[in-house]
């Protein structure tokens, strides 16, 4: 996509991704990937944040006689994400009124 997508963007995303499942760095990039250009060497710091900030927990787990990292939220991510959301609703709401030329003159 040619849009650039900002570390605040792709948290939202990895909240959103793992609040509705538990999962693992891999697979978090993969759903990324789909509608950003992103690294795992962008990637995995960002999930360092977000379990230092307390929004994510981890828990291993074997998988094909491997360990494998999972990220689960915390309460106080499903905070945070539920306020990503709202701030998400309220920009593209903007960014579309400013491209439909419906933004009022006095918000201008």
């Not at 997508?5 to 948290?11: H, P």
């Not at 990324?32 to 944040?49: D, F, G, H, Q, R």
């Amino acid at each position: 996509m040619y849009f650039p997508t900002s570390a605040t963007v792709i948290e939202f995303l990895i909240l959103a991704i793992v609040d509705k499942e538990d999962s693992y760095g891999y697979a978090i990039s993969h759903t990324i990937k789909k509608v950003a250009n992103i690294k795992e060497s962008t990637l995995y710091p960002i999930l360092k944040k977000l379990e230092k900030a307390g929004y994510l927990n981890t828990y291993q787990q074997e998988y094909q006689g491997r360990k494998r990292k999972y990220y689960t939220t915390t309460e106080s991510g499903k905070q945070q994400l539920a306020f990503l959301k709202d701030e998400w609703q309220l920009y593209t709401t903007k960014i579309e009124e400013i491209v439909e030329g419906r933004l009022e003159d006095d918000e201008k």
